[in-house]
């Protein structure tokens, strides 16, 4: 299987990677070669066999349904790259998710 | 007091217990054979300071006379595991100062058994290579040397810097994990020994995700009764883990009886790969006579779909692993690299974070998953994978368990194999069988390779049957009597 430039660009948007016009091209050779040497499991018969996702006992424990975590939220926001610290005196304060002890991840603004 | 860092971990656990020395002595040998292993980079990160408090706790217990089984043993952490507040990296620039607020179910256990934590290994980035020389922190040296030629040599990978930190006696054993060979691979490499439990044998909560279906937390340690005592501490039912197996542990070192008369040990006919080195071939045949000679009874076994268990092994780790990546996004944790737009972000921040074997199997994952593709990529391998699993299970029914060479070579020099990846990927060639089945598999040291350098056998054995692998296992350590020492030794005696 050869992939061209354009495809590895579509899948490197797919992924959220960003690379430079001058990557794509080693890159598709690369991947290409990749692609190709995986290609010999075509050659395996494998009409009736049921794809095998883990080796774990089939179907997932249950368990009570009770609360078992939560109220971390200072942890959680402690790894932030950026992160509106909690505390009424910060941010805006007005929206569904904000209150008196609101803390958030900060992004980029995601709406217009 | 001298010769602390030669003791075994059985030895060391008896001397502390006897106190013919205190854990803060064990601690503060294996801190200074830690700093003087420093040109190895076998550590990111250094937590001497803990090392002496833990210590000093596991001190007033083993006082007490209420000793928990890893009390004052000095362990070195694979910075794949999350640890409270300590800094863990994945060796990856996209976790920059990422200080975990948990601690994974694994690490947890040990320190519960009284484990003192040393320090965090260098590894390859995200767990992805056989050479450790992928890690954003730089390439980890191996402590051996071929004799006669000073070129530095590659530990194996991914869990390359607990291997040379256990080889180089600069820590007494070692968690790593292995998702195609990356506990086995790099013991082979450094002259020790590596265990990969069954798959649900060791909690996966808490170890940053490679290939979930693929990843096997385990111990490296010097000798197989060491991995076995590690195992016992780390094994256990975990409800945090979804996949963790709701059975008892055994106690893996009192299976280490020395019997192995009448077992039956496969030997796989496809391993004996086309060009296979001729030393990998003898070590094996010397492997098979050594247990022929304890009682067992090799037969010849097959297990027709080996030559297919590599490509659908880099098929199905990369696509859980571009899944599993997907939550690097510059947003809750790790490196930001800003952008105009979220997505912008995402994509310079992944752009940066990922070194570039992480971003070919991100990409690789991401196609065989896409639309178009899913089929003839990503489902075809996990048919054959459940293909290679009947394999393992048809030969079990004749066997106890099987004997392989570990890795179809010594430890390279860094730099060799640097510019194919296929050339790089062959490493795992016999160790990957056995994750994509979720077997127990144990590498021993065997032998020297040609050239000087420390060669591993591996025994595969049924699932949750570590007890028949590690008997064997000792088996081969016994006949081996494998006492050659690495050219870099750290600990003082």
Redesign the interface.
Known sequence: MALDKAAVAHIAALARIRLDEAELEPLAAELSHILDWMEQLAEVDTSNVAPMSSVAAAGLPMREDTVTDGDCREAILANAPQAAPSGPTHGPTRGPTSGPTRGFFAVPKVIE | MSGLTSLTLAEARAGLRTRQFSAGELARAYIAAMERARPLNAFVTETAERALDMAAKSDERLNGGIARPLDGIPIAVKDLFCTKGVLTTAASHILD??????ESTVTEKLWEAGGVMLGKTNLDEFAMGSSNITSHYGAVENPWRRPGDNRPLVPGGSSGGSAAAVAAHAALAATGTDTGGSIRQPASFCGIVGLKPT??RCSRWGVVAYAS?LDHPGPLARTVEDAAIMLGAMAGHD?KD??S??RPVPDFAAALTGGIRGLRIGVPREYRAPGMPAEIEALWERGVEWLRDAGAEPIEISLP?T??AL??Y??IAPAEA?SNL?RY????????V???????????T??AG?GPEV??R???G??VL?AGYYDA?Y?????????I?RDFAAAFEGVDCLLAPTAPSAAFAIGEKMDN??AMYLNDLFTVPANL??LPAISVPAGLSDDGLPLGLQVIGR?FDEETVLRVGEAIERAAGFAHRPSFVAGEG
């Open positions: 100062g990422f200080r975990p607020p948990y798959y649900g279906s409800p979804s996949t197996a709701a779909m030559k297919y490509p659908a880099y098929i571009s997907a996004d510059g947003v809750r944790f790790g490196l930001r800003p952008g105009d737009t979220l997505d912008e972000m995402y994509e310079r992944r752009a990922f971003r070919r991100v990409l690789v991401t196609y896409s990529y489902l075809k391998a996990q048919r054959v994978r459940a293909l699993a990846p296929i089945a979720g699932a």
